[in-house]
């Protein structure tokens, strides 16, 4: 009789593991023919290997099973050799519906400190390639991804113009200069759409000292490698003595500056950017669609006898010589020392943080203030600021919200403080629960105010209704567009997709301070003019709660 055995030469014994974020079952190990390959394995049992089978991978809530990897970390093929005594470790990604996918981020365009465009993007990821091109499809710029953060800047760009930003993985390759159809890489994303405004918050409206009862602007700083053009509100391009048919170039160095002097007070001007000498756009009438509107209103802050000073979540100390010991004072002077107070720890047990401001302004005021006792001068402006503890939640994994605004300044808009841990508790979704219980991410929504300017439809449809539109039809003005919106980031990468449907129908308290161009002005009214599902507006008027008209244009509503 003869008897067969097992030639040890011709088995491996191939062992299996986990990586993070997933489980394996049983077996942690197989003993299996020196031949065989990985499509074998997967395909196991077999008739050789009646009871062998291939552990099941199971991955944790919001990731992804994506298969097997040898010792050196490459994935198996169903090709793949196997090798003896070696460990396949199970591969788990993140679910890209859930966490974000390469281009999960929200660009921006602003005003930079030296009057330059830039593109501020959020939701970048370190390693990641940014790719900024012209409307053309030539690319003005490529950047890494941030190291620190989930935010990157993007420099050095010109005012008044769109451009569209790309996102790429680390092994993307792009050139300056290159028409974008050249750029490789293994995950690029589509071009997304981005408008740099001309100015945003660097300009000042003032009387013109050589031309009596006339105004002028000043943009200050001004981009000294852009050209600057003014069009009145019949679409005429304002011409100056040495300018390139209304193409003023800057003058000056930190800062450069240009002034549009003798305008007619009140009127609505466009003031409109090009690049500085750029000869294919010789008539600023076609670079209208991306100005920005200015009323030539003269007055850099309100000239008001009284403003207001207001805290949220402290105390107004004294001002001037006025003891006040409350949130609020609405009796004071422009030239007055303002005290507020916090206490170190507020009644929920936590730490006091920074004062910042909410709404309003005063020079040198900004930032987040560490004092919890803090003093300053008092600017012709009113004033609200926040005191800002330590997060108080709802529930303990609640996500976090914050607020920021786009298009306009610090201080023009802002949330009132209270209603901000029971607006995260409802936004807050199972979905959002189990990232940050489970997976450790970060959630985070963010109301947005977009200050644009007011579209054409929209006047049309605000004035007939309007007190002033009806009584004073000459006067009346918009004086800007607001969009309150509502976007949430997983781990800093903006995945909207997991918003509640019912969160469009939110809504929020919101406090705000006039820029200084409209604060002397009569009948304020506030309309929502979000169009119905045929896309007509029909105005709705919004009430403020605030006498607009008399306390220098500070404002408050629910929207």
Do not use: C
């Not at 490698?225 to 003023?248: C, F």
């Not at 709404?359 to 004033?383: E, H, K």
Request: charged share 15%; net charge negative; no cysteine.
């Amino acid at each position: 009789m003869q008897k067969f055995g097992e030639n040890p030469n011709e088995w491996f014994d191939i062992n299996f593991a986990a990586g993070s974020n997933g489980s394996i079952s049983a077996p942690a190990t197989l003993h299996v023919p020196y031949d065989y390959t990985w499509s074998q394995i997967t395909a196991l049992p077999s008739a050789l290997l009646p009871t062998a089978q291939l552990p099941t991978a199971t991955p944790v809530a919001n990731y992804l099973f994506k298969g097997w990897k040898d010792p050196n970390g490459a994935l198996m093929q169903g090709t793949s050799t196997l090798t003896n005594h070696a460990t396949y470790t199970a591969f788990f990604s993140q679910d890209p519906n859930v966490f974000g996918t390469i281009g999960s981020i929200t660009p921006t365009g602003r005003i930079g400190n030296d009057g330059s465009g830039e593109i501020v993007i959020d939701g970048t990821t370190p390693g990641n390639v940014y790719v900024i091109s012209d409307p053309d499809g030539n690319i003005v710029a490529v950047v890494p991804g941030d190291s620190t953060g989930n935010r990157t800047v993007v420099p050095n760009l010109i005012p008044g113009a769109h451009y569209n930003v790309q996102e790429g993985s680390p092994d993307t390759q792009a050139t300056v200069g290159q028409p974008i159809s050249s750029i490789t890489g293994t995950s690029v994303s589509t071009p997304q759409d981005v408008y740099v405004p001309t100015v945003d918050n660097n300009y000042n409206i003032g009387y013109d000292p050589e031309n009596d009862g006339m105004a002028q602007i000043i943009i200050n700083p001004a981009d000294p490698d852009a050209d600057y053009a003014l069009i009145d509100e019949n679409g005429n391009v304002v011409q100056y003595p040495g300018s390139d048919n209304g193409w003023m170039t800057p003058v000056g160095n930190n800062p450069s500056t240009v002034t549009f002097n003798n305008l007619n007070p009140n009127e609505t001007y466009t003031v409109v950017a090009r690049k500085k000498g750029d000869s294919s756009i010789p008539n600023p009438l076609t670079k209208l669609p991306d100005g920005n509107q200015i009323i030539a209103n003269p007055g850099d802050m309100a000239d008001a006898p009284k403003y207001v000073v207001e805290t949220k979540g402290g105390n107004v100390v004294t001002v001037g010589t006025t003891s006040v010991g409350n949130d609020t004072y609405d009796q004071a002077k422009a030239g007055e020392e303002v005290v507020i107070h916090a206490d170190p720890v507020d009644a929920n047990g936590k730490n006091f943080l920074y004062w910042q401001v909410l709404a309003g302004r005063a020079v040198g005021v900004s930032g987040n203030i560490t004092q919890a006792d803090y003093s300053f001068t008092l600017s012709n402006s009113n004033i609200v600021l926040k005191a800002v503890y330590e997060p108080t939640k709802v529930a303990g994994d609640d996500a976090d919200l914050t607020e920021t605004i786009r298009g306009g300044s610090v201080g023009e808009f802002g949330l009132t403080p209270g209603q901000i841990p029971g607006l995260a508790h409802d936004l807050t979704t199972p979905l959002d629960r189990s990232l940050i219980g489970v997976n450790g991410a970060t959630v985070e929504y963010k109301v947005v105010f977009n200050k644009r300017d007011a579209k054409p439809n929209e006047k049309t449809a605000v004035k007939p209704v309007s007190v002033s539109g009806v009584d004073h039809p000459d006067a009346h003005t918009t004086a800007y567009g607001l969009d309150i919106q509502l976007e949430r980031y997983v781990n800093g990468r903006l995945v909207n997709n997991g918003i509640l449907a019912t969160a469009s129908n939110a809504t929020v308290d919101v406090i705000a301070q006039l820029p200084a161009e409209d604060v002397d002005q009569l009948d304020y009214q506030l309309f929502d003019v979000t169009p119905d599902s045929l896309g007509n507006i029909n105005p709705v008027d919004i009430t403020i709660t605030t006498d607009v008209a008399n306390n220098a244009g500070l404002l408050k509503f629910t929207g």
